[in-house]
């Protein structure tokens, strides 16, 4: 029997009709699920009003693009989906916790007028995966590895050497003076932040439709990446690492990050999740050792770890022409004080100077070293402090971005 073009036409429709389908089932992938986590350059302090500041450099000026939607403001990501669990508090008064969700866009960083690494890492995502993608976030300013962070596995905070030998005086810069409550406050404290982050996540992943409407539970889902971005709170705590100067002096934070990684897999029953370190560079490229930076690093070279952890080091997207106008600023601040204590090299070293005229001479001395060029190019570029990566959004996008590669890099392997 010869079956003609339009009996094929009318027998596929049939089946169709009835069903059937002869065309090949097109099965839903796994819902792409990242983690980030860390203080506050997880958080993210570039404000919105810098992100002219990248169009001024052809490198970065594709990515501005990218950013932007056709009536040049802050694209909405239509495939990338964010839970964001951080507080606020600190200095001693109460934490008080607060999480948005939605798609993807800008206002996840530490306010809503911020972005964090989160918006140009969902970018990159968006472009790399045919299909939606899904950030958890949790982060909180001023928080350490050594305490706040500390993994289960590392076990009970434990004192130094030099802890053991200082703090039962109670006497000394930064020594508590109260030493009992101290190990009551400090017991409480550790590991606390890990909790919070994990019971976030675990929140999420047992109702995702809470965050993505239209999450399908057969398709189920792939913890695809973590990232971790910490560091400043361990880089400054002289007790917690002590010995200054010395390459070992920050091992504590390399074993205590191995620790990390180990359990956050355990936690989620993802033994081979890629697991990104986002190696503090504030300040930038520098021709000294960096013993922080190293010990941050180093986890990402131990052989348990190889090709299922990076590294990525983020002082190479240190803004060096804002940051040479901060340390103008620097110098500012720094004569501000030196007039007013009288510093023996300085104008005011007998103490004649009235109020005002230390004024006039600070802002003279200021007009001096900040010309009206750097001026306009810090409001352009910059808005928040050196800490916080001058608040720049270039190199929160760079990094971001950077963030996302690497973890792309795992995934393939």
Not at 154 to 163: D, T
Not at 333 to 353: E, I, P, T, V, W
Not at 372 to 400: F, Q, V
Request: hydrophobic residues 35%; proline residues 6%.
């Amino acid at each position: 029997m010869i079956i003609t073009h339009r009996k094929i036409g009318i027998t596929l429709a049939a089946l169709t009709i009835a069903g059937f389908s002869l065309q090949p089932s097109v099965e839903a992938k796994p819902l792409k699920i990242y983690i980030l986590a860390g203080q506050s350059n997880m958080e993210g302090h570039a404000k919105v009003e810098t992100f002219d500041y990248m169009g001024d450099d052809p490198a970065t000026a594709p990515l501005l693009k990218e950013m932007r939607d056709k009536q040049g403001k802050p694209r909405v990501c239509q495939d990338v989906y964010i839970s964001y669990l951080t507080g606020r508090g600190g200095w001693g008064k109460p934490m008080i916790a607060m999480s948005k969700k939605g798609k993807l866009t800008t206002g996840f960083g530490a306010d809503g007028s911020k972005i964090g690494p989160e918006f140009t890492f969902g970018l990159t995502m968006e472009k790399k995966h045919d299909g939606p993608v899904l950030i958890i976030k949790t982060a909180w300013g001023g928080k350490s590895l050594h305490t706040d962070f500390r993994p289960p596995s590392a076990g009970p905070y434990k004192l130094n050497e030099w802890q053991l030998k200082n703090y039962p005086k109670q006497e000394g810069h930064g020594i508590p003076k109260d030493f009992a409550k101290w190990k009551v406050d400090k017991k409480a404290a550790t590991g606390h932040y890990y909790r919070l982050m994990a019971e976030h996540v675990k929140k999420v992943l047992a109702d995702i439709k809470q965050v993505y409407p239209d999450y399908d539970p057969k398709q189920g889902y792939e913890l695809a990446g973590f990232v971790w971005f910490q560091g400043w709170n361990d880089m400054v705590a002289s007790h917690e690492y002590p010995h200054p100067d010395k390459p070992g002096r920050y091992g504590l934070y390399s074993d205590l990050l191995a620790h990390f990684i180990r359990d956050v897999r355990k936690e989620f029953d993802a033994p081979k999740m890629p697991f990104v370190i986002g190696v503090m560079g504030v300040g930038g490229v520098q021709d000294k050792p960096n013993y922080f930076r190293q010990a941050m690093a180093a986890p990402a070279a131990l052989p348990e770890f190889k090709g299922n952890v990076l590294a990525v080091e983020t002082a190479s997207y240190w803004d060096k022409p804002l940051g040479d106008i901060e340390a103008k600023h620097g110098k500012v601040r720094q004569m501000g004080y030196f007039l007013k204590s009288k510093h023996k090299d300085h104008a005011n070293k007998d103490g004649n100077m009235t109020k005002e005229q230390q004024q006039a001479y600070l802002k003279e001395y200021r007009a001096k070293l900040i010309t009206p060029a750097d001026e306009a190019t810090w409001k352009r570029g910059a808005s928040n402090a050196g800490y916080h990566y001058l608040g720049c959004a270039k190199t929160m996008a760079l990094i971001g971005q950077a963030f996302a590669e690497a973890n792309l890099k795992l995934e393939k392997k």
